[in-house]
């Protein structure tokens, strides 16, 4: 892949955090490398299409584009129309509303069903409303256990970065190991 042989794959599964695309974890590798074990060592049945055998991580240069930010205050309004138009849509026609739920014995909610369908709901707003569409989605998530009693910070906290535009992605690369040589006093 890194040899520009083959390109990387969107995720379409419909409990994605932040709708279809490719997944990036910002500034955390080795929060990814955690994860990308973590799915390796699920059932084939929740993780179909995109096991994962050999857990690694690439680095990635991105240019966001336009980018659906909910790291910004203003775009969360989004979010609850987006659910508003979703709720709405399905009574219409009967649909259950999707519900996001915790995978196994974990209390954090990682099947993000009802999430990704008001995420694409907003998605296909925009395409219908023939608005320009957003090449990427970023979000933040509390997971994990509280690193101590009342903590906000819990240990698995990261931002998401879904890229729906591949134009978005520039480049993709190895990091580099940590020098411990050059932290030495």
Known sequence: MLHGKTSLKDSKNKYDWLGNGVYFWDNSP???LEFATFLSKLPNKHNRSNQVTSPAV?????????????LDYKNLELLKDGYDLMSTSYGHVGKIIP????LKDNADLILR???????????????????PP???VRGV?????????DAGFREKNHIQICIRNPNCIK????????NDKFNKV
């Not at 998530?141 to 009693?149: A, D, R, T």
């Not at 480049?171 to 940590?178: A, H, W």
Request: net charge negative; glycine share 6%.
């Open 30 to 32: 080795s929060r990814a």
């Open 58 to 70: 690439i680095g990635a240069v991105l240019d966001m584009g336009h980018c659906l930010d909910l």
């Open 99 to 102: 519900q996001n739920k915790p």
């Open 113 to 131: 069903e009802l999430d990704c369908a008001v995420i694409e709901t907003i998605h296909q707003f925009r395409k219908d409303s023939r608005l």
């Open 134 to 136: 957003y090449d990427s």
């Open 141 to 149: 998530f509390w997971e994990g256990k509280e690193l101590y009693p």
């Open 171 to 178: 480049g993709y690369f190895l990091p580099q190991k940590f």
